[in-house]
């Protein structure tokens, strides 16, 4: 079997007639921590989004595989009930729908779908006891509405502790440190590094470097004009938090030394 | 006048007279006289604007006594309760005679001797005159069945213990009349009464043709007393009905309403409050979720008459197919009723292209230093939530049940009794429109 979990190839994506992605490649293999960092408006999220199913996102060309399957085929329930997790960038809150009674109802769904027996609420309660105490998500949290006034950093943890319920192949986290204070980054950090392992591949995108101090990734990618530019190990990361992203304005790729250069070809952002 | 009006008057002059005290007589005659001149509204009465008179054809109108039906095959009752009266198609069944202490319950013709002093100046308060009065007129000239409800102070309500549940029937059938029925519940100072009404169809398979009921209920709130009132309608598209109810709130009184509209092909509900004394709440909320092409119509009014009385008017509503509905909510304060308490909302759900939600506040305030607020909006389900949902593997149809749903939740929430909350929860789950269906 192919040890790639998912293959992106030539990705080409709009939103509402405005190209974002424009021939995007990337390997992910099961273990592994893949960060895609970029300015902003390079396509970082638009990716997310189109691995996930959301509306609105124009495939125009191009390809998605997940574990051999076409992953756009699908509905988005049909690749979260085959490992797919996304971690919001912008958590929705839903009111009158209780935390606890959505994420059984989620993770019930799911089973529902392997043909897994469902979970009673006694049986559930147990599973997310120990889950509750690492994201240090309260009682009070999980019998109000769902994201229905958290804080910033409650709405991150709680997407973590979904994560670590329905325990996802493929995760994919959408700027999760965006708005965290640097207590709630370490907590976020822990749940997921928690959920490491080698059935399990992540895809981290963030802007800043400094979420990748604690979720230390296998590869980083870098992403400008809807492809990747560049891509490396986590040292590259380090040297974007020096030189910030100006160069990829300037076309002056060779600045990041050591930095495998994307010419945009198959491959280029393959796991090494 | 237009054929149904007509041939409605024709019945009314027909209508043998029953035996009745003789100011009860001369009031009937009083009513078929504002019928015949008024007849029955139409759309260009405002209060009748949004609802068709079309469901009123083929329904005879007939002064004859209602056969009373056995009432076996009556849905089972929606919650526990120390007394339960039938009313099928219009027709009193058997009232207990072993009642809580305070509580008497006897059918209209039997209590007329015993409370005639309090129920004729009711009878005299219904405004017959005119088109939007005719459903009035009508059931005041025609309303023979009919049931009083009696709570001296002091007496035990609230719990399961001091609960009457009225438990209606309706059968459609070719040759279906438009039943009439009389309600008064009398409440001493002080006095407590839990009143649920359940109109969940008659048990039967729904025949052809239409099923008719016209209910009027006056309510009395004495200085202190309250009155707890659940309204659970779930009838066949066959079932054509009217309620109308008009409360009277003393000092201190406390009224709280909660109504679920579920069925019906159409069903108008007239709730009219006046707070009478200072310190009285009327605490008002409710729910319709509506499929296929059903109409109903909530007209709500609370009128602030004296100060520092409090009211809140909360509904909510889900609109599938190619349903309708209509909320009427009012609110009137009185020059003189300051430190008055209004709020109103009323929000809507549309699940389809083709349902339609009319809905209309109308704050009157004359008084000083009050504290008002409304708002009603009709909108659609969050296509963010929805994904956000299905992000997590629930189908797109779960997610959208689920936030339905919670949107309903906000008025199940209010129903006090835990055990009758999930029930009708229950129903809502059951009746939860979908969105694509014609």
Known sequence: MDKAMLKVRNLHASVEGKQILNGLDLEVNAGEVHAIMGPNGSGKSTLASVIAGREGYEVTDGQVLYRGRDLLELEPEERACEGIFLAFQYPVEIPGVNNTYFLRAALNAQRK??????????????????????????????????????????????????????????????????????????????????????????????HYQRLLEYIVPDRVHVLSGGRIAASGDADLALKLEEEGYSWLAEGGIQALEGAETGSGGAGAAAGA | MTGLTEQWSDALAAAPQ????????????????????????HRKV?????????????????????????????????????VVVDIRDGALGEVPADLPQGLTVLPLATALERFEERLKPLFEA?????????FAALNTALATQGLVVH?????????????????????AGAAATMGQFRLFVLLDDGARLELVEQYLGSGEAPGDGAAGLNVLCQAELGAGARLSHTRVQAETEQAVLLTSTMLEQARDSRFVYRGFDLGAGLARHELTTRLTGPGAEADIAGAWLLDGRRHVDNHVSVEHLAPGCASEQFFRGVLGGRSRGVFNGRALIQAGADGSSVRQSNANLLLSPL???????????????????????VGQLDEAAVFYLRSRGLTDGAARRMLTAAFCRAVTDRVA????AERIGGLLDAAMPSGEQL
């Open chain 1, 113 to 206: 779908y392997r043909g897994e027996p469902e979970l009673d609420s006694m049986q559930f309660l147990k599973l997310i006891r120990g889950k509750l105490e690492i994201l240090h998500i309260s009682d009070d949290l999980m019998h109000r509405a769902v994201n229905e006034g958290f804080s910033g950093g409650e709405k991150k943890r709680n997407e973590i502790f979904q994560m670590a319920v329905l325990e996802p192949a493929l995760a994919i986290l959408d700027e999760t440190d965006s708005g965290l204070d640097i207590d709630a980054l370490k907590l976020v950090a822990e749940g997921v590094n928690r959920q490491r392992s080698p059935d399990r591949a992540m895809i981290v995108v963030t």
């Open chain 2, 18 to 41: 029953e035996p009745a005290p003789a100011w009860l007589r001369e009031l009937r005659e009083n009513a078929v006289g504002q019928f015949r001149a008024a007849g029955l509204p």
């Open chain 2, 46 to 82: 405002e209060a009748w604007k949004y609802t068709p008179m079309t469901v009123f054809d083929g329904l005879r109108l007939t002064a004859a006594e209602p056969v009373p039906a056995p009432v076996a095959d009556l849905p089972p009752p929606l919650c526990e309760s120390s």
């Open chain 2, 126 to 134: 219904v405004e017959l005159r005119g088109a939007t009065r005719a």
């Open chain 2, 151 to 171: 709570v001296a102070r002091d007496a035990a309500g609230g719990s399961a213990a001091g609960r009457l549940l009225l438990r209606w029937g309706l059968s």
């Open chain 2, 355 to 377: 349902a339609e939600m009319d809905t209309k506040p109308e704050l009157e305030i004359y008084a000083d230093e009050v504290e008002a607020s409304h708002g009603a909006t």
């Open chain 2, 417 to 420: 009794d835990p055990i009758l």
